[in-house]
């Protein structure tokens, strides 16, 4: 079966809002609905559905998946995986190599520094004394869904996006909505930009005096359910599940204890109560902000998360991770509830998709099931690389910098040395093609030619960026997994995303 293209979802919602379906009378065709409700999960996988369907209540993951339309093979096919590029990638509809969010960090050339995707010294936080809002969506090179529904209504549309994170945040909220709000893990607050807002609502001065933070992680984490009942994942006390700062891996989780560890509210993030938190906000949104009072369509995303940065430390087959998925269950119910009670079943349309899918670690794949899998140390690749170039070109700081899918040299220095950059491309894509755990190595300039090989190569050329991405673009082998030595990494090798429409129109149309 053909995966379906996001261009394809993103177009499909916007005909819905905006239309209504040929298949209605006419005067049915010309209601519109009141609001779109995106309900977007980091880090998810298609199979926690089937594998934890029968602990789900009626009302929530249920209820869209039996009365709404499900599309069972939609694909992100991208380089890199992670909540930043997926975000962008399912609201513009298009690839990174057009939207541009290559990564959610990447290095600078013109200005020879690291940037990260949102970050814009120009605006200021809105709602904390922090930098955490000191953001925009310029670098994003392309229209969202929710811009072009901003155009169509000539600006009467509302627009406003809910997350944990803040590229999730910008990146669906687009260039030209009315607000977007994420979680400041150094004030445990939700705030803002200047970039989106100018004064900060006073309903949401009020909700952050609720302190949800500091309030919930003094609360333990403990499971939903009597913890013999979790039969779909392994023992909580599972030897090869790192946990949290790799030693805390059992229930109850202490999170109090762990905000002390990394002195601010990151730890929250990876609970239930932060989805919560989530849910909360977004109900009170509705509520101030006059969604749906009009005759234009409103668009609302509220962006979940997987547990978060320690989605890696525990893993798809982990207790935790069934418990955070039965109580995201209850709150999808309840944002579910409070939509259809408050505009109408008949006036909104939600859809439920992943900007992320999650790897299974390659600790328990190799030694549960003896695949061929093993951890990738980027950092002894990179000094093994700089002490073959050392001795092949000189004592030179030939790299500018690195992550997990590239490597960026010293064009300089090159320059310097008057050094071929593209015989330097392909001389440093065949030394890393060498290691084991990589499936492909590219120069960039081959890249740039469009010369595509084969298959594996597609990933790369939807992701390749000239001014942005490396010299040296490489993808590791499947359930591969890439690793630093202080440097914790929320890396996935999956592109297999959920995709379910609900509403009062789609079962007018069969599952693809």
């Known amino acids: 079966m053909k995966y379906v293209g996001i261009g394809f979802i993103t177009v499909l919602i916007l005909i819905f809002a905006q239309t209504g379906f040929s298949q209605m009378s006419p005067a049915e065709s010309q209601k519109t609905p009141k609001v779109v409700m995106g309900i977007v999960i980091e880090n998810m996988r298609p199979d926690y559905i089937q594998r934890y369907w029968n602990k789900f209540g009626e009302k929530g993951f249920k209820r869209l998946y039996t009365q709404g339309a499900v599309c069972t093979n939609v694909r992100l096919i991208q380089q890199v995986q992670n909540y930043a590029s997926g975000t962008a990638t399912l609201f513009t509809g298009v690839n990174p190599s057009m939207h541009g969010i290559i990564n959610k960090n990447w290095y600078d050339k013109f200005n020879e520094r690291e940037t990260e995707c949102t970050e814009d010294s120009y605006y200021i936080t809105v709602g904390a004394d922090t930098k955490a809002g000191n953001a925009s969506p310029k670098k994003l090179l392309s229209n969202t869904i929710t811009d072009i529904l901003k155009i169509y209504s000539m600006g009467k549309s509302k627009v406003f996006s809910v997350a944990l994170n803040r590229e999730s945040a910008i990146f669906s909220a687009g260039h030209a909505a009315n607000g977007a709000y994420w979680f400041d893990v150094e004030s445990g607050r939700m705030i803002s930009s200047s ?58 989780h202490t999170i109090s204890k762990y905000i002390k560890e990394t002195e601010d509210f990151k730890p929250f993030k990876t609970t239930p109560s932060a989805n919560l938190m989530i849910k909360d906000f977004v109900v009170e949104l509705m509520e101030n902000e006059k969604i749906g009072d009009d005759d234009h369509t409103d668009f609302v995303t509220s962006v979940f998360s997987s547990m978060d940065y320690e989605n890696g430390s525990f893993g798809p087959a982990s207790l935790e991770m069934e418990d955070t998925y039965l109580y995201l269950d209850k709150y999808i119910a309840e944002l579910i509830d ?175």
């Open 195 to 252: 970039f989106y807002v100018n004064m900060f609502p006073d309903w949401v001065r009020l909700f952050n005096s609720e302190n949800y933070a500091e309030k919930y992680s003094y609360r333990n984490w403990v499971p939903l359910l009597p913890e013999a009942s979790y039969t779909e994942s392994l023992r909580d006390d599972y030897l090869l599940e790192k946990g949290y700062f790799g030693k805390n891996n059992t229930f109850p």
């Open 338 to 512: 409070a939509c259809e009670n408050k505009f109408g079943k008949e006036n909104v349309i939600f859809f439920l998709t992943a900007n992320t899918s999650a790897s299974y670690p390659a600790d328990y794949l190799k030694e549960e099931f003896h695949l061929p899998v093993d951890n990738f140390n980027i950092e002894s690749t990179i000094a093994l690389l700089t002490s073959y170039l050392n001795i092949t070109y000189g004592e030179e700081k030939w790299i500018d910098y690195f992550d997990e899918h590239q490597v960026y040299f010293n064009h300089k220095l090159l320059t310097k040395h008057k050094l071929d950059i593209n015989q330097f491309q392909v001389a440093i894509s065949a030394f890393i093609d060498e290691f084991e755990g990589v499936l492909v190595s590219m120069p960039a300039y081959l890249l740039e030619q469009g010369i595509q090989a084969n298959w594996m190569l597609e990933p790369l050329y939807k992701t390749y960026v000239k001014s942005r991405s490396g010299d040296c673009l490489f993808m590791l082998k499947e359930g591969w997994q890439p690793g630093y030595k202080f440097k914790k990494v929320n890396y996935t090798d999956q592109s297999h995303i959920p995709l379910v429409f609900y509403g009062a129109r789609f079962p007018l149309f069969p599952n693809y």
